[in-house]
C-alpha cells in the first residue's frame, strides 16, 4: 500500500513598495515606467564610491503596518544589516537588508478554516534589472538601476500551507491587504509582488517534523503558474519519495513553456552572505506609543470589514465578501448605501450589493450618488432587468386575462390595451419595444 | 575554539567568497601571512568580555530618516551615470553574460 | 617676507585679504615648488590646472581662495580619484564629497590630490600603487600614512593646508612623523559622503595643517550635520579658533601608555613626558594614568587587545566596503587590487564568513565595548589623554614589505581611542637633529570636546620650539 504523502509549502513574497522616493536616497521610485535605463539613479542606488544610505521614513512605517496588517508582533528594536553576494545587479556587492532583528514576527493569516503563520516581514532595497541579449555575436547582460534602491518589502510564511488551492488564496489574500493599505500595487506583471514558493513533500505519517530538505522555486510569474509549479513540484517529489529517494535541496526555475520546473546548477553550498549590521545605518527604536499610533492609522482590513458588513447590511456572506474584495468597491459600496439613506429612497444595502455585484458597476469611474439615481430610475420601469420585466408582464396578463385571450385570438387592439396596462404599472416608462416583445411572446404561449 | 590555522585550500575559498582572483602561490604566500594576522589577532581572546553586548556604532544615534522625497538634485543625468563604465550600450552597462544564477 | 608657499594658512589668508600678496603670487609660489619637488617626494597624484583662476574669484570667502592639498580618497568632480589604486586609476567622480563642497563653499581651492596608502591601507604610504611618498624631513624616510601624500605636502611647503582622513592613525601618525599638525575630530563630526570608505564605523575626514590655528580654522569649515550621512552628529559646530589662546590652567590631564612594554625608555618616553611637565608648569593638573590588562576604574586599558579588535573590525568592514569594485559601473576589476589590498579583503571576508563571524566579528565588537566603557570611566577624571603618537621616528623606505600588521602595530597607541570614536590631535613635540625627524604628541579628549584638545595643542605649540613654521 502506497504511503500518503502531503505537501509542505511556504513563500517567500516580496513587494515592491511604492514610495514616491527610493529606499536609502531620494532617486525617483519608478522603475517600470522609466521612459529610458539609468535614468533614476545617483551615487547611492549606484554603488558609486564614498556613497552613503539614508532610509525613507515611509517604506519603514508601511513596513510596520503591514507586519501588523498581517498579526505580527513589532519588535521595539530593529536595525539594518549588510548581505553580501556578488552579482551584477548588486552595486555595493552588498543588498542592505534584515537579518537577525527584523521589523515584524509572528503573525498570521487566516484562509478559510485555517491559519498560516507569517514568520516574519522585513525590509530591504531592491536590485537593478537584468536584460540577456547577443551584442555583434556576444552573450551579454545589459543592466538598469533605475530599480535599484527601490524598497522592497519581504514577507516570509511558516510551512503551513498544505495544497496548491490554499497556496493561491494565501496569495490573494496578502494581494488583497497590501492593496488595501495602499503601500504597492502588487501586479506580479509589472514585478511589484514577486513570489516564490519553497516546497517539500512529507508521509503523513510523520506529520510533526519539518521535511529533511526544501526546493525553492523561482521564475513564477502569475497566480495561475502558482498552481501549477505547486502541483507539479509536488508531483516531482512525491514520486521520488515513493521510490525512496529524497529530493535535492536546491533553487529550481519554472518553465512557463515547457510547465516544470527545471534545477538551476551550481547551488551546492548554502550561501554565505557574511551578515553584519550596517554600520551607515543607525538602529530603529520604537515606542510602543509609536506602534499603537501606527495600528490606529491602519484602513479597516478586508476581514473585519467583512464581517461588519454581515452584521450591518444584512448581506450574504458571498455578497460581503465580495463587495470587500477591494477597498474601492468597499468604499463605494458604503458610501452609496449612506447616499440611500439619507435621501429616503428606500433603495436597501441589499439592493445596492446586488447591481454592484451582477451589472458589474465601474466602482473607479461612477460616483456612488450616480448609482443610487441610476437604481431609483430603473425602480420606476427605465432600466428592469429582463426577470424583472417578464414578472411585470406575467403579472399584467394575469390580472387582465379577458384582453389576453383577445389578443391571443387575434385583437391587435387587445396588445395596445395590455401594454397600457404594463405602462401603468411601470409608472408610464415602459421600454415599449420589449414590453410588446414579450407580451406577443407570453400572451401567444 | 582552537586558533584557525590557514591552508591554502582556505584561502581558495575565501578568494572564491571575496570574488578575489588568487594564484596557486599568492594562495600559498597569503595563508602564511593570515597565520601571523591571526596569531596577533588571538590575543583578543585573552580578555574576558562575559556579559558585556558588542559595539557596533559609536554615535549612539537612532532613528535617523530621510523624507519620502524626490531628491532631483543629486539624481545623475544617464550619461553621467554611464560615463566611466567600461562598456556601455543604449543607456545600459554591459557585462559578459553570467551563467550562474543567484 | 619669507618664501609664500611656506606660510601658513592663517598668515596666508590675511596677507591676501590685505592685500600684501596676490593669488598669482602666492599660486606661483607653491607651484614652483612643486614643479621642484614633487617629482621626487611623489606627493601630488594630480594637479588642477584651474586652481589659480579659481582663487581668483575667492578673495572675500573666510579661506580668501588659499591652495589646499586634498588626499585623493575625496572624491572630487573634474579631479582624477583613485585612493592611490589602479583599481581607480583614471576614475573621474560623478559627485563632490560633501567635505570638499565644504571647502569650496569656504573659499579653499584644491591645488592637487595626495598620494596615500591605496584605500587607506596602511601606515606608511608604501602601499600606493602610485610610488610611496619620501619624507621631505627626510627623503631616506617614509612619511606615514594613509595620509602620508598630504602631511608631506604641508611638510614640504607643498600646500597652504590639507584635508586627510583618519581610521585608526591616519590622520595622526603622518603628522608625527612629518612633524606637521593634524587633527581627527570625533566620529560623526565631520561628514563621509564622498569619501571612499574603509572602516565604516571608525573613518573621520579631518584638517591637516602647520599649525594647530590653521586645523582649528579648517575644521570648522568643514564640520557639521550632512543630510546624506546618517552617521553625522547635530551637535551645533563651534568656533575652535576663538578660545585657542584660553591656555591650560586647571584642565585634568592623563599621561598614557608611557609603561608599556614598548615604549618604557623610549625617545617618545621622554619626549611625551617631558610635555606632561609643560602643561604643569601652564597650570594643568597632571598625572600619569597606569596600564592595565583588565577594566579597572582610573587605569587605561592596554593598548594590545586594541590591535586585535581594530584589525578584525577595520577588515571586516574593509572586505564589505570594497565589494562594490567590480568594473562594471567604473574602475577596472578585482585583479587590479594590490597586495595588502586583497590580504584585507579576505582577511575581513573570512572574519565575517559563516562559522567564524561569531568568534572574531562579534568578539572583537564586544572588546570595543571595553574600551568604550573605559574611556568614559576616564573621562569622568579627566579633560584630556596625552600619549605619544607614534612608538617612534619615521621609519625607513621599505620597512613595510612582508610585514603584513605593519599599519595596525604601528598605530598601536591610537587604536583604542579610534575605536570607541573619541578626537584626537597631533603636535610636533620632538626632533632629532641629526635626522631631521620628528616626534608627535597625541592629544585626545573626550567626545565633542575637539575645543579644548585644541587648546592644549596650540598652548603646547607656542610655549615650545617643535613647529617649524612658527618657531623658524
Not at chain 1, 526555475?253 to 551607515?280: I, L
Request: net charge neutral; glycine share 8%.
Amino acid at each position: 500500500m502506497k504511503k500518503s504523502y502531503e505537501p509542505v509549502v511556504g513563500f517567500e513574497i516580496h513587494i515592491e513598495l511604492k514610495t514616491a522616493s527610493k529606499m536609502f536616497c531620494g532617486c525617483k521610485n519608478d522603475p517600470f515606467f522609466a521612459a529610458k535605463p539609468n535614468i533614476y539613479t545617483c551615487p547611492v542606488c549606484l554603488g558609486l564610491p564614498g556613497a552613503l544610505p539614508v532610509p525613507n521614513k515611509k517604506a519603514i512605517e508601511w513596513t510596520i503596518m503591514l507586519g501588523l496588517a498581517l498579526g505580527c508582533k513589532i519588535p521595539l528594536f530593529s536595525k539594518f544589516d549588510r548581505k553580501h553576494y556578488f552579482y551584477p545587479d548588486l552595486p555595493k556587492g552588498y543588498q542592505i537588508s534584515q537579518y537577525d532583528q527584523p521589523m515584524a514576527v509572528g503573525g498570521k493569516l487566516s484562509i478559510g478554516k485555517r491559519t498560516i503563520g507569517i514568520t516574519r516581514v522585513h525590509l530591504e532595497e531592491d536590485t537593478a534589472k537584468l536584460l540577456h541579449i547577443t551584442l555583434e555575436g556576444k552573450k551579454v547582460t545589459l543592466v538598469d538601476f533605475n530599480r535599484s534602491g527601490v524598497p522592497l518589502v519581504e514577507i516570509v510564511s511558516e510551512p503551513d500551507i498544505r495544497t496548491a488551492d490554499e497556496a493561491k488564496e494565501f496569495l490573494k489574500k496578502i494581494h488583497q491587504i497590501v492593496r488595501y493599505l495602499e503601500i504597492s500595487d502588487a501586479d506580479m506583471e509589472k514585478g511589484s509582488m514577486r513570489i516564490e514558493p519553497n516546497i517539500s513533500v512529507r508521509a503523513i505519517t510523520k506529520k510533526k517534523t519539518l521535511p529533511p530538505y526544501k526546493v525553492e522555486v523561482k521564475n513564477i510569474n502569475s497566480f495561475n503558474f502558482v498552481k501549477r509549479a505547486i502541483d507539479y513540484e509536488v508531483t516531482r517529489q512525491t514520486i521520488m519519495l515513493e521510490k525512496g529517494e529524497t529530493p535535492v535541496q536546491e533553487n529550481r526555475g519554472w518553465n512557463e513553456e515547457r510547465q516544470e520546473t527545471v534545477s538551476q546548477r551550481g547551488k551546492e553550498e548554502a550561501a554565505d552572505y557574511r551578515y553584519f549590521p550596517d554600520p551607515d545605518i543607525p538602529p530603529l527604536r520604537w515606542t510602543k506609543s509609536y506602534i499603537a499610533t501606527l495600528a490606529g492609522n491602519l484602513p479597516e482590513l478586508p476581514g473585519v470589514k467583512e464581517a461588519r458588513f454581515l452584521k450591518t447590511y444584512g448581506l450574504t456572506a458571498s455578497d460581503a465578501s465580495q463587495l470587500v474584495e477591494t477597498k474601492k468597491r468597499a468604499d463605494f459600496f458604503e458610501e452609496a448605501a449612506k447616499v440611500a439613506k439619507s435621501a429616503k429612497t428606500g433603495i436597501s444595502p441589499k439592493e445596492i450589493a446586488n447591481w454592484i455585484i451582477n451589472r458589474d458597476v465601474d466602482v473607479v469611474e461612477t460616483l456612488p450618488a450616480g448609482l443610487i439615481k441610476r437604481m431609483q430610475e430603473a425602480k420606476t420601469g427605465l432600466d428592469l432587468s429582463s426577470s424583472e420585466l417578464e414578472e411585470v408582464v406575467a403579472s399584467v396578463l394575469k390580472e387582465n386575462a379577458k384582453a389576453a385571450s383577445d389578443f391571443k385570438a387575434g385583437k391587435q387592439q387587445a396588445l395596445m390595451f395590455l401594454l397600457g396596462a404594463a405602462q401603468r404599472k411601470l409608472k408610464g416608462k415602459a421600454p415599449v419595444p420589449k414590453v410588446l416583445e414579450l407580451l406577443k411572446k407570453k400572451a401567444g404561449s | 575554539m582552537a586558533a584557525k590555522k590557514f591552508t591554502p585550500q582556505d584561502v581558495s575559498h575565501i578568494a572564491h567568497l571575496a570574488n578575489i582572483p588568487v594564484t596557486p602561490e599568492e594562495e600559498k604566500h597569503l595563508a602564511q601571512g593570515f597565520n601571523t594576522t591571526l596569531k596577533v589577532v588571538n590575543e583578543l581572546f585573552d580578555v574576558s568580555v562575559k556579559g558585556v553586548e558588542p559595539t557596533h556604532q559609536v554615535t549612539n544615534r537612532e532613528n535617523i530618516f530621510r523624507e519620502d522625497e524626490v531628491d532631483a538634485t543629486r539624481m545623475l543625468p544617464q550619461d553621467v551615470a554611464l560615463s566611466q563604465a567600461p562598456k556601455t550600450h543604449n543607456g545600459f552597462f554591459v557585462v559578459d553574460q553570467i551563467r550562474e544564477e543567484k | 617676507m619669507k618664501a609664500l608657499h611656506t606660510l601658513t594658512l592663517v598668515e596666508a589668508i590675511e596677507k591676501l585679504k590685505h592685500k600684501e600678496i596676490s593669488h598669482a603670487e602666492l599660486y606661483t609660489s607653491v607651484h614652483d615648488a612643486i614643479a621642484k619637488d614633487n617629482a621626487a617626494l611623489n606627493v601630488y597624484l594630480s594637479l588642477d590646472n584651474e586652481a589659480l583662476a579659481k582663487a581668483d574669484k575667492l578673495l572675500d570667502s573666510p579661506l580668501a581662495g588659499v591652495p589646499i592639498a586634498v588626499k585623493d580618497n575625496f572624491l572630487t568632480v573634474g579631479l582624477q580619484t583613485t585612493a592611490s589604486s589602479k583599481v581607480l586609476e583614471g576614475y573621474m567622480p560623478q559627485y563632490e564629497s560633501t567635505v570638499t563642497t565644504c571647502l569650496a563653499r569656504a573659499g579653499g581651492v584644491i591645488v592637487g590630490k595626495t598620494n596615500m596608502d591605496a584605500w587607506a591601507h596602511g601606515s606608511s604610504t608604501e602601499t600606493s600603487d602610485f610610488g610611496v611618498t619620501k619624507n621631505p624631513r627626510n627623503t631616506a624616510y617614509l612619511p606615514g600614512g594613509s595620509s602620508g601624500g598630504s602631511a608631506a605636502a604641508l611638510a614640504a611647503n607643498l600646500c597652504i593646508a590639507a584635508l586627510g582622513s583618519e581610521t585608526a592613525g591616519s590622520i595622526r601618525q603622518p603628522s608625527a612623523w612629518c612633524g606637521t599638525v593634524g587633527v581627527k575630530p570625533t566620529y560623526g563630526r565631520v561628514s563621509r559622503y564622498g569619501v571612499i570608505a574603509m572602516g565604516s564605523s571608525l573613518d573621520s575626514p579631518g584638517p591637516m595643517g602647520k599649525t594647530v590655528r590653521d586645523c582649528a580654522l579648517l575644521l570648522g569649515r568643514i564640520a557639521g550635520s550632512d543630510p546624506y550621512d546618517a552617521t553625522t552628529s547635530d551637535k551645533p559646530v563651534i568656533d575652535y579658533s576663538k578660545n585657542l589662546h584660553k591656555g591650560v590652567k586647571g584642565l585634568r590631564i592623563g599621561i598614557c601608555y608611557l609603561d608599556h612594554p614598548k615604549l618604557k625608555g623610549s625617545a617618545v618616553d621622554a619626549a611625551v613626558s617631558k610635555a606632561g611637565l609643560v602643561f604643569e608648569r601652564l597650570g594643568a593638573k597632571v598625572e600619569k594614568v597606569s596600564l592595565t590588562q583588565e577594566l579597572r576604574a582610573g587605569k587605561i586599558l592596554t593598548p594590545d587587545f586594541a590591535v586585535g579588535l581594530y584589525t578584525v573590525v577595520q577588515r571586516s568592514e574593509v572586505s564589505s566596503n570594497l565589494a562594490r569594485y567590480d568594473g562594471i559601473r567604473y574602475g577596472g576589476g578585482r585583479a587590479l587590487f594590490g597586495d595588502e589590498a586583497k590580504r584585507r579583503i579576505m582577511l575581513g571576508t573570512f572574519t565575517l564568513s559563516k562559522g567564524y563571524a561569531e568568534h572574531y566579528y562579534v568578539q572583537a565588537q564586544k572588546v570595543r565595548s571595553l574600551y568604550l566603557k573605559n574611556f568614559a570611566d576616564l573621562f569622568s577624571k579627566y579633560d584630556l589623554l596625552i600619549s605619544p603618537t607614534s612608538p617612534g621616528y619615521a621609519q625607513l623606505l621599505g620597512v613595510t614589505k612582508d610585514n603584513p600588521l605593519f599599519g595596525e602595530l604601528e598605530d598601536l597607541l591610537l587604536e583604542p581611542t579610534s575605536v570607541a570614536g573619541l578626537p584626537g590631535v597631533n603636535v610636533p613635540c620632538g626632533r632629532d637633529p641629526e635626522t631631521n625627524l620628528y616626534l608627535g604628541l597625541n592629544i585626545v579628549a573626550n567626545y565633542f570636546q575637539e575645543e579644548t584638545m585644541l587648546r592644549a595643542a596650540h598652548t603646547f605649540e607656542e610655549a615650545t620650539e617643535w613647529n617649524s613654521w612658527t618657531k623658524a
